[in-house]
Every structure is written in C-alpha cells, then in structure tokens.
C-alpha cells in the first residue's frame, strides 16, 4: 500500500523469494555443516597419521569454496534484494527492529569470508595447529551467523512477546527460535555430509573413496536423525493455527508437509542402505540421487514454513499483503484506493469498475497471487459468478483461514469482484444470475461450491 | 509533480539518525576501497589479457592480477551488505521505491555478480587451459560488472528524485522503469568507474611489493604500470568530476562552490589530497595512499551532503521516532573489534614467514 507494486508475471513475487531462498538454504547449511565437517576431518587426517585423508579434505575445501563463498553469500544477499522488492514494507520492519541483529550477523560474515580464505590459502602457509584454528574460526563464525538470522527469521513466524514489548530481546528470543536453531543445526550436519558424499564419489583411490564414503554417510545420518528431535520441539511453538494449516487445514500444505517427511525418509534410507552400508559401490550418480532428494526435502520444507506462516508474513502484526490488522478500520472506512499511494485510480467509478477492482488486486493481492501463473487468481475464480466471488470477498478470512480479509469499501470490494469476474465467464452449469444471490450454495470448508 | 514518500512504518528507529548516517557512510568507505579495485580491477585485467597475447609481462600481470581478484569480490559484497543496511534503515523509503519501480534491473544485480564473481575464479582458475579465450572470458566478467555498477549509479540517482516517481509510474510499468540515462546519473556511473581505474591502478603498485620478492624486474614493470593508470585516472577524474559537479541541479552544486562553507571546504580539502597522491604517487607510495583514501573519504561524506541536499525540500531522515537499542548496539561494536582483532590476527599468522608442520 505504501509501495509501488511489482508483478512479476508466472512466477509472482513470492515464488521469486522462493526459490533464491530454498537454494540459498541448501548452500547456507552446508556453509555452516561443512565448516565443521573441514576442520574435524583435518584433526581425523593428522591423528590418524592418513596423508590421503588430508588431500580429500584439501580438495574438499576448493569445492567448498566455489560453492558457499559465491553461490552462498551471493544468494544470500540475493534475498535480502528480492523480499526489498515484494514485501518492501515487512522488510523495512524486519530492519527497524532487527539492525543491530544485521550489523552483529555482517561482523560474524566478515569474519567467516576472511577465514574461509585463509583456510584455503593457508594449506601450504600455515602449520598444521594454525591452519586447524582457522578452521575453528570459519565455523564458530559461519554457526554464530546462522544463529543470529535464525532468530530473525523465527520471529516473523512466532514473534511471541515483542507485540506487546516491542524490544529487541523479545522479538530475537522468540519462541521458536532455540528449536528452530537445533533443526538448522542439525540440517548443516547432514548437508554437510550430502556434499561431502558427492566429492567423496569422485576419489580415485578405491580404499579412500569406500573410507570417506562411509564417513560422509555417518554426518548425514547423524545430522538427519536429530533434525525430528529439534523439529518436534518447534512445532509445538507454532500458533495454533499453523499447526492447522500444515495438518489438514490446508490440503496443498499438508501435502507439502507430508512430501517433506517423505523426501526426508527417502535420503536416509538411501544413505543407510547406500553409501554406509554399501561404500564400495557408491558412484557420483547415486551421490547425485542423495543431494536432489535433499534439496527436495528442503525445498517443500521451506515451503511449508512459509505457508503456515499465512495469513501473516509477520505473525499477528502484518497480513502477507503488507497490510496492518491495526490498519483495517480506517481502511474499510476510507478505501484501500484512497489510502493506498501507488494505484492509478481513487475513486471507483461506476462505469469502470474493472478498472479499478484490478487496482485493488494490485494493491491487496498480487503479493500472493499471479494473474495467470503461480497461485493464478484467473485459476482460483475459474467457474464463479459474480454473487460467489462477493460472497468470498465479503468471507475471505473466515472461509480461508490463510488469507486475509478483504480491506476496502463496499465499493472497491464490488470492483474487485467485478474485475475477478472479468477474468473468465463460469461454465453454464454453475452460472449463477445476479437475483440468485440469496441461494448462494453451501460452501465446503475450501471455499469451493459443493456439488 | 508532487512527491510520493510512504510513510515510516510504525517501529521506531533502533538509534538516532545521525549515529546511523555516520555508520551508513563509514560503512560505505570500506566498501568502496575493495569495489574500487574489484571494478577497474577487472578492466585492467582485460586490457592485460588482450595485450598479453603478445607480451610477457602483461600476461605474467593477468596472472597474478587473477589470482587476487576471488578475494577481493568477496570483500567487495560483504562489506557492501553494511551501507545497503543502514541506506535501508534511513532511506529505505525512496530508496525501496525506486528498486521497486526498476525492480527487474535491480534483481538482475544479484545475478550479474553471481556470474561476474563466477567469471573471476573462472579467469583465475582456468587461464592455461582457456589459452586465447582467456581474454574474452575476463573481458564479459568486466562488461557484467560494469552494468552492475551502471544499474547501482541509476538507482542511487532515482531515489534522490521522488518527484519523478508518480510520474514515471503512471508512464511505465512497474519493475521495468529504469528511468532517463540523465546527465547526472551517467556522470555518477563514469565517476565511479574512472575513480575505480585509478584505484586499481594505485592497488596494482601497492601489490607489486608483494611480487619484488620473487620477481623483482616484473613488479618494478607493474609498479610503473599500475602509477600510470593511477595518474591517468586522477587527471580524467578531475575532469569527469567536474562534469558531475555541474550535472547537479544548482541548488545542490552550490553547496560545494561557496554557499556552504562546510560543503566547499570539503570539497577543497579533496581535490588538494588527490593533489598530492599524485605528486606522491613516485617518491612515497605509502603517502599516496594516505592521501587517497583521505580524499575517498572525503567524497563519501560529500556524496551524503549531496543526497541531503537534494532531498531537504521533501525528506527529513530524522523525523521518525527513535528508541535506542543500546545494550544490542554495545554488543554489536563489541563484536565488530573481536571481528577485527580475529581478522587482523589471521592475516598475521598468513603473511608472517612459517613453515608447515604437519
């Protein structure tokens, strides 16, 4: 509403955070997993006297720092540039409260990038006790990093006292910020072993490759196996109602929450039975197999974790379209257009209401939803008339728990639906006339007429 | 036209906005050194790559140069995370808008320093092997940063003008309005990148230390190389700075030719240690680089006053409320000295001669 509106057209905003996200996780973890895995396997190479140990986990390190030192801090910085752009309002929030928490987490990111490259370089310049510290460096750095925008990130979801306290302790030390922390803990130990599989595969030396396999698998099962402890643990924090939402309240979500146990499942099994058990006849393809099933399990997961969080992209203070429950009243008495800064039209004018319902999409909507791709609006209304869509609009919060309730006027509500109408005429046999509006049919509890 | 500003959100700011608007352009400073030599960097290793083809010591230069430059991509976005948090906390109001209104240039950014950072351990990594392609491969990596810093200047100059952001709404659509490639905002893009040239240029004689120990005729060559691109710069940098100056509107420029005393003494006090780097550059290289990023520093707090200037008649950065998050704030500088202390002690135990034990 304060901000203009981008649309980015099929994938929608939130997809685009989406995706820059999930890979930023994959690669993130692994930043923190594999700075622990480096320095371990190290001290493991020196105390067993194993020289070819040493060069796996040299060769190792090249690998890592291809990956997390560009793709990591790249798409890292890559999401801060995307959430500026389609929630800017919520970013500009998350930054008021949390600055000191940013700057605290850069001072730990400085650290973590001098010390991976003093790691990588320092194999040939430093001794063996230096080089193994610096190591201890990077991974204190890169896990304090972790912690701190672990905190951010939980807070949004289950910001717990800072509605009321509005300080910095309260909304850090939110409730589901210590067992999200375990879960991310445990997720960087079992990527790090994910990637690690994957390097291991391509060892000549069959003896090393069976040895690092084996030991590859071990983190990622260890890491795997503690991720339900931490994971139970968190969502007994979550508000009720997104507990809901992942477990029957929402099909697509309970879906997405079922395939995220079942990816996770899959890569453990496939890791106990593959690589662990069966080291010798491990190859790059199998360790392929492992990472995209992992990426997978984090992709649905991340997802899900966003989509409870619905009908707020900040827990009980701001709705997914930037807007304020404490800003609702004033908005349903003054009009969304009115009070919106950015929208091409004011006033609703009777003759062009699709003009100006399509504005206040724009403004309301589009933040979730594309008009023919991600989360297609055209899709959603496919097959209602007019008096369904009012009935829906007048409704929304209550017959969709996960979306927020609709904030205008009469009018501009009218327009909205209008133009939603516009987008495509329902079939003959749901065509409902204007003067049926009383028989409006029985709803299912998805919003969708029943048959 | 009437300028748009959203209004602030409703948490207070976390400090007082002059200690964050400090923090933004003392942040800024350590970014722009890196940035410096990451950009023109990148432009003198092309040239180095091409001539290289038929010469030893630029191609022993796109050697070595290569083997530096993964490091400094990587210093060059961490310490640019800082002043974009700090321009978002006091600005972030037009500043959101206008990445807003050209939002897939600016996303584009994000991918563009991924394959530009990508095209660097490329050009390190594989020059032997790439052989002739090496040149074409160092000059895209260049031309990929160079519109990086383009979109940067663009959006920087945008978000000084929210009376153009109404109109160009209504005009264009959102995420597409890069705005008019203005005089002022080419003149920003050609200042930063000459300014750059000439850092990389001080950066490659400061490095040539580094390479007397080994190769003692090489670093002498790159020494003088690198000071002729360093006075080069400096002398089309008066020139472009000029330019800039008075691309500015007369409002703002005057504030640095005698209606601020403040502002021209500033101003002065710049050009006169860029003077001296200069005259420096031969006889000491180490006043020559006092002297130049005393003049850095000075253009980044000129760079501010110029953002306040034009922004006076619609923004005050300070009227939002403020309730000071000091204990977080204290443990912030606490660990920002730790971090510095760690750091410093890594690059100690690097550079010092050792021998490997293992």
Redesign the interface.
Known sequence: MNYPVWEPPLLGGGLIIGLIAILHVFVSHFAVGGGLFLPVTERKAYRDNNPALLEYIRSHSSFFVLVVLVFGAVSGVGIWWSIGLVNPQATATLIHVFVWGWAIEWVFFFVEIAAAFIYYYGWDRLDAQTHLRVGWIYFGAAWASLFVINGILTFMLTPGRWLETQSFASAFFNPGMLPSCLVRTAVSVALAGVYALVTASAVRDVGLRTEVTRYAAKWLLVGALAIPVGGLWYISTLPPMAREISMGGAPAVTIFAGLSLFFSVLVVLFTYFGPYRNPRHFSLTFAFVIAVMALSSTAVTEWVREAVRKPYIIYDYMYANNLRPGEMERICQLGILRSALWVRVHEVDPQALETAGREVFRVECASCHTLNGYNSIRFAVKGWGGPMIDYQLTHLNELKGFMPPFAGTEEERKALGAWLASLGPPPPNLEISPGEKAQTPPLSPEGAPRP | MIP?I??P???????PTWL?QF?LVFTFILHLLPMDFLLGGVVMLTVSAFRGRNDSKHREFARRGARVM??VV??A???G??P???L??VY??LF??S???M??F??A??FL??LG??GV?WFNLQQEELGRRAAWVVLLTAVIFLQVALVFSMNMTAMLHPED?YKE??NGE??RIFGPLTNSGLARFLHFVVAALAMAGLGTALLSRLWRRDAPEFAAWAHRYGLRWFHAGIGTELLVGLWFLFSLPVQVRGQFLGQSQVGTGLLVAAVLLAIVAVVAARPSLAVSTAAIVGTISLMAVIRHLVRVAYLEPYFDPGSEPV?G?W???T??VL??VA?IA??AW??Y??FRP?????
């Open positions: 748009v959203p209004a959100v409703p948490v207070p700011q976390p400090a964050l923090l993964p490091a990587a210093f976005i961490t310490l995370v800082a974009l948090l700090f978002q906390l972030g109001r959101y808008t990445s807003v209104l939002a897939w600016w996303l950014v994000v320093v991924l950072y990508y351990y952001f709404f209504l959102v995420g309730r998050q204990v977080v704030f443990l912030f660990l920002l971090g760690t750091v890594m690059l135990v690097f050792a021998s490997r034990t293992a």
